[in-house]
């Protein structure tokens, strides 16, 4: 894992576009506190500020992709998979000029912090406004809701496992 996220504005990861302090949306900070790295948003119409890595999609859309069609994802996968070993990462880059996995090995690798034990939990964020009668519903479940956030907006989140699924309402 990088110690620092670069991501560009999108409304998934930044609330409010700031030049000097930008909102960070709730789940995309605590996505950046389970895995102990800061979030730093390119600055609002600064293309300059981006990096190379949108170009990685086109690439790989272009030459390992184009034309062809997969049974399912699992397959497209074990191609995507194989692909990146045998060519991508053995290329030569554009603007290096050094061979993809040696530079990666050589100035990268020892640079990134290692994945905590246990995977980002999903959840599922909404808004709500609390009802009159003191309840906000949930897909379909009426939950209630101490009397002082009668009228005002409140967020919840759904977090679901394997095995159990709860709800927390703020």
């Not at 560009?8 to 960070?24: G, Q, S």
């Not at 949108?54 to 191609?79: H, I, M, P, T, Y």
């Not at 993809?100 to 990134?112: C, G, I």
């Not at 949930?138 to 907006?153: D, H, K, N, Q, T």
Request: aromatic fraction near 8%.
């Amino acid at each position: 894992m990088p110690k620092t996220l670069v991501p560009d504005n999108l409304k998934a990861a930044v609330l409010e576009h700031d030049w000097c302090d930008p909102t960070i949306t709730p789940k995309f900070e605590a996505f950046a506190r389970h895995y102990g790295v800061a979030v730093l948003p390119t600055k609002p119409r600064t293309p300059r500020h981006k990096g190379k890595v949108e170009r990685c999609v086109a690439f790989a859309q272009d030459n390992a992709l184009k034309g062809r069609q997969f049974a399912s994802l699992a397959a497209q996968n074990e191609l995507l998979r194989d692909w990146e070993t045998k060519v991508a990462d053995q290329r030569i880059h554009g603007t290096t000029r050094k061979q993809v996995h040696a530079l990666f090995e050589a100035d990268e690798r020892h640079a990134l912090l290692p994945l905590p034990a246990e995977r980002f939990p999903l959840f599922h964020e909404t808004q709500r406004t609390v009802h009159r009668d003191g309840h906000i519903v949930i897909e379909r479940a009426f939950y209630s809701v101490p009397p002082e956030f009668l009228g005002r907006p409140s967020s919840s989140q759904q977090r679901r496992s394997n095995s159990s699924s709860s709800t927390v309402i703020r």
